[in-house]
T-cell receptor, first 114, second 117 residues
Framework: GNSVTQMEGPVTLSEEAFLTINCTYT??????LFWYVQYPGEGLQLLLK?????DKGSNKGFEATYRKETTSFHLEKGSVQVSDSAVYFC?????????????FGTGTLLAVQP | GAVVSQHPSWVICKSGTSVKIECRSL??????MFWYRQFPKQSLMLMAT?????????EQGVEKDKFLINHASLTLSTLTVTSAHPEDSSFYIC?????????????FGQGTRLTVV
């Protein structure tokens, strides 16, 4: 089946540290890949996405590259800020199915300390 | 990006009563809406998918008679939790997707925190 596996959190970093949150996927077809961010008490916001192999999604200093050979979509940021503290979800979608529904990983809590 | 508004953002109700949550797409026509439930420190669990004008498709294990979903227009879907009990307390999130192309992005509402006492 189709699934997304994320590294377990929480990830605790100091401000300006380098961030990596690992994400790997299993899919029967050729998915599009997403990272969503959820700030405390809020819904999800799309952070970035990539729709084909070797695409790099980027937004707000975050980046992730679609790696078909390793079925991965790791999220990185060179210098995190306290305001980046949130839960990050990796997700995939396979278009062309009956419902085209997003499949989420379990989420990774990031806590950035000043 | 497109805006999806969910209302209310939080609600407290008594056990045995029903609660309705609204999800509106403000600046696009949402042909498909999704309803998720999120437990503390866990991922989003898809509850059901609804297409405008047709019955919702529920995921396995979700009681359709308890979680009533209506998608009567292209901008509004509602989730009604009937005869709510404390175990229904959760964070409910909707998302909406438009009709322009098969790969249209889904946009999320801000979520509704339901507490049943």
């Amino acid at each position: 089946g189709n699934s997304v596996t994320q590294m377990e959190g929480p990830v605790t970093l100091s401000e300006e540290a380098f961030l990596t949150i690992n994400c790997t996927y299993t899919a029967t077809g050729y998915p599009s890949l997403f990272w969503y961010v959820q700030y405390p008490g809020e819904g999800l916001q799309l952070l970035l996405k990539a729709t084909k192999a070797d695409d790099k999604g980027s937004n707000k200093g975050f980046e992730a590259t679609y790696r078909k050979e390793t079925t991965s979509f790791h999220l990185e940021k060179g210098s995190v800020q306290v305001s980046d503290s949130a839960v990050y979800f990796c997700a995939l979608i396979l278009y062309g199915g009956a419902t085209n529904k997003l499949i989420f990983g379990t989420g990774t809590l990031l806590a950035v300390q000043p | 990006g497109a805006v999806v508004s969910q209302h209310p953002s939080w609600v407290i109700c008594k056990s045995g009563t029903s609660v309705k949550i609204e999800c509106r797409s403000l600046d696009f026509q949402a042909t498909t809406m999704f309803w998720y439930r999120q437990f503390p420190k866990q991922s989003l669990m898809l509850m059901a998918t609804s297409n405008e004008g047709s019955k919702a498709t529920y995921e396995q294990g979700v009681e359709k008679d308890k979680f009533l979903i209506n998608h009567a227009s292209l901008t509004l879907s509602t989730l009604t939790v009937t005869s709510a009990h404390p175990e229904d307390s959760s964070f409910y999130i909707c998302s909406a997707r438009g009709r322009t192309g098969a790969n249209t992005e889904a946009f999320f509402g801000q979520g509704t925190r339901l507490t049943v006492v």
